[in-house]
């Protein structure tokens, strides 16, 4: 494989690049693409694609690794660009998603990650992505170094291979600009939080066909919860080479260095949600989540003409955390008691991995005869070693109460915890794909495509106490295809149809220790897209249904009870309505919103009842954002924002068993709940001022890991920012 990723990496940066696009800055200062030279950003590179702005509300999506028109393509799709990033002050993923509808936040297990969800699908390990390279979704996602974020709704196997239904999710850095600027802000806030950060960028030669970008923050914050803190380093360096003015390389680099006290709530009792304060903590004082996360990636870019165009790009990853803290509450002998006792037990896990990709694409557009054709023909390779080692649990450290206030002072001695086992999963994967957008005429236009994939897996484990090693063998292979028709009986409405396969991986084994067969899953979506009011009102609006076959569940078997051991016995349905708006009546006056509708169920299982829901994801989701800034009078340059969200009814706890008799487990409801935030900001000549006032009813809320973790929502806080600008 080495050898592979060698050969693939020289070729690629001989080779070159990919489609044209303008990206137009806010300024005058030219952004990356802007100058001489033609610099495509899409799916097949670091990003689903850059998107010019070519007007208010006009967007040109260069989605799916071709530069296909957004009323074009037979597919939903979300863009939160640097306008709407500044104007709402988003600082995590949580604020981030606010703006898209049918995508949350499905659980906040140990406090220290989000993780994200979609059309009732769990996206955190598959399906995101930062400049186009899998990005490790079990730690906080520093935001300063972003400047788009780029949903694309439904299916995307056909460019990515075996990534879940439920859509992509793609974090696009800053890019280096050729003339100079930058600027410097701090941020205070609520709980301690301090946030210095900066960003520079400009020419490098008189000639300006070098420039780089530098940006970068630290932040340090205490919590709403008591004895909870966090430190998180972040540098986001790039480099731009114009080769010649039809070739580009672009090198970029990003590094997260965080640690955070893990958190894992208060627990629950008997499947009941507990009365107690939100500061309160329950975990150790000396619990520590260190997580560090890199990465690099080079895409050299060649435009041979206005029909033709090549793109390369490679990109490492690596990431490492380690784990040291108590249990969760309710695991294997640490169940919470009625009167609130809890025998509490100690964690420890460290986890390696490291990740290659090299991704080639050819876009060609062409005609035969009476039809055009946008084609795309590309390869992509990844290969990746995960290595986990998991410690003997440390049983009885000491017992609390949760009804109590913890005292930290009475906590023993931090135990000295043992190796148990050490498991590597080396993973290689090759994808060979092919799209074609076919205009049949003006107003029908078919998109037809289909990717092979090729997967091979192997887990190591290796055990510390009989010092032997178990292996287990996988590979897959599947076929992804994809169609939709588009029919636009104007420029300003489009109507879509599309059917689409993918597939995801299993784990474990069958009963004779076979690997298991990938579970299929088939996609079915229709929507409209509308551009009204003189393109001031996009009006978009969808309905799908997601159906998953041979989904692996414990096998029943000669009575197995190995959690290990499984069948394809379960299927799944996930069906949903979707709704966004944006309006942008005036130059200064930006809402955007949307509603969601799912529902997941099982329609076949050998462990719960057919037809009952699946956990985590709420029927209903809807968001509401304004921002509106004032160009005249006493008032001038000030801005003024509200950000609103809901999310509906959710079930937490386990869900119900079809073959335990007098079955102890149950389901968690937890509530709905909206949460308002306001924004405010100024500008003065070069001086920025902002302030957010966030959750100001002081909603509370829960994210909940089966009937383990239980961690409230922040309450009231606030935020207050300055920034000076060198441009």
């Known amino acids: 494989m080495k050898k592979i990723q060698t050969v693939v990496l020289i070729g690629g940066l001989l080779l070159s690049l990919m489609n044209t696009f303008t990206l137009r800055a806010d300024n005058n200062s030219p952004a990356v693409g802007e100058r001489r030279f033609s610099m495509s950003d899409s799916l097949s590179s670091y990003a689903l694609n850059e998107v010019a702005v070519v007007a208010r509300n006009k967007k040109n999506l260069a989605v799916g690794k071709m530069n296909i028109n957004e009323m074009d393509l037979p597919q939903a799709m979300i863009v939160i660009d640097e306008n709407a990033l500044k104007a709402q002050q988003i600082s995590n993923i949580t604020d981030l998603l606010k703006n898209v509808n049918g995508m949350y936040i499905m659980s906040t297990t140990g406090g220290y990650q989000e993780e994200i969800a979609s059309r009732g699908t769990n996206l955190t390990s598959t399906n995101t992505f930062k400049n186009g390279i899998r990005y490790y979704g079990g730690m906080k996602t520093e935001i300063s170094g972003i400047e788009k974020a780029e949903i694309l709704k439904g299916n995307a196997a056909l460019l990515f291979g075996n990534v879940a239904a439920g859509g992509v999710m793609n974090l696009v850095t800053k890019k280096p600009k050729f003339d100079f600027g930058g600027n410097v802000a701090f941020t205070y806030g609520s709980f301690d939080r301090y946030k210095p950060q900066f960003d520079f960028y400009g020419s490098l030669n008189k000639q300006k066909t070098i420039a780089f970008r530098l940006n970068g923050s630290y932040e340090q914050a205490n919590s709403f919860r008591n004895y909870v803190d966090s430190k998180t380093y972040y540098i986001n360096p790039s480099l731009i080479f114009e080769v010649t003015p039809k070739t580009t390389l672009l090198l970029e680099g990003d590094y997260t260095n965080t ?33 560090k996360q890199s990465f690099m990636s080079g895409k050299i870019t060649h435009t041979f003409n206005d029909k033709l165009s090549l793109s390369s ?79 003997n649990q440390f049983a009885n450290y000491d017992v609390i109460n949760i009804y109590n206030d913890y005292n930290p002072a009475i906590e023993p001695a931090i135990p000295v915890m043992t190796k148990n086992t050490l498991t590597k999963n080396p993973l290689n994967r090759y994808g060979i794909y092919a799209q074609d957008l076919i205009s049949l005429q003006k107003y029908i236009k078919l998109l037809v495509g289909a990717r092979y994939s090729n997967i091979e897996s192997t887990s190591n484990v290796y055990s510390y106490s009989t010092q032997k090693t178990t292996e287990t063998k996988a590979s897959d292979k599947a076929f992804s295809p994809k169609i939709g028709l588009t029919v636009q009986p104007n420029k300003y409405q489009s109507l879509f149809a599309s059917y689409s396969n993918s597939f995801t991986l299993n784990t474990g084994v069958d009963i004779n220790g076979n690997a298991l067969d990938p579970s299929i899953i088939d996609q079915y979506e229709i929507g409209i897209k509308n551009k009204l009011l003189n393109n001031k009102l996009s009006v978009n609006a969808n309905v799908y249904q997601i159906n998953n076959s041979n989904l692996a569940q414990t096998s029943l078997e000669n009575g197995n009870t190995n959690s290990n051991v499984k069948e394809l016995a379960g299927a799944t349905k996930a069906q949903g309505v979707e709704l966004d708006m944006e309006y942008l009546p005036f130059r200064n006056l930006r809402i ?42 006493t008032l001038k340059n000030l801005q003024l924002g509200f950000i609103s969200s809901y999310v509906g009814e959710r079930f937490a706890g386990r869900s119900t068993r079809l073959t335990v008799q007098n079955d102890a487990y149950k389901l968690i409801p937890l509530a709905a709940y909206f949460t308002h935030d306001i924004t405010f900001g100024y500008d003065l000549k070069k001086w920025n001022f902002k302030a957010k006032l966030s959750n100001v009813t002081n909603t509370l809320s829960y994210n909940v890991h089966d009937d383990n973790s239980l961690n409230p929502s922040a309450p009231f806080n606030f935020s207050v920012n300055v920034q000076y600008n060198f441009n």
């Open 592 to 633: 955007m919103g949307g509603y969601s509708y799912t529902r997941t169920t099982y329609t076949q299982s050998n462990t719960y009842i057919v037809g009952s829901e699946l956990r985590y994801n709420p029927k209903n989701t809807a968001n509401l954002s304004g921002t509106y800034t004032f160009t005249k009078g």
């Open 313 to 391: 790009l490679t990109g490492l990853r690596y990431y490492n955390t380690d784990l040291f803290s108590n249990a969760r509450p309710n695991t294997s002998g640490s169940v919470i008691a009625q009167n609130g006792d809890w025998k509490r037990n100690v964690q420890r896990s460290a986890v390696a991995d490291n990740y290659f990709i090299e991704q080639i694409d050819l876009n060609a557009n062409f005609k035969t005869g009476a039809l055009k054709h946008q084609a795309l023909v590309g390869f992509d390779i990844e290969s990746s070693e995960t290595q986990t080692t998991a410690y």
């Open 259 to 291: 640690n955070t006290t893990p958190d894992f709530g208060t627990g629950i009792v008997n499947y009941q949600l507990v009365n107690i304060p939100r500061d309160r903590f329950m975990g150790v004082s000396w619990g520590e989540y260190k997580a």
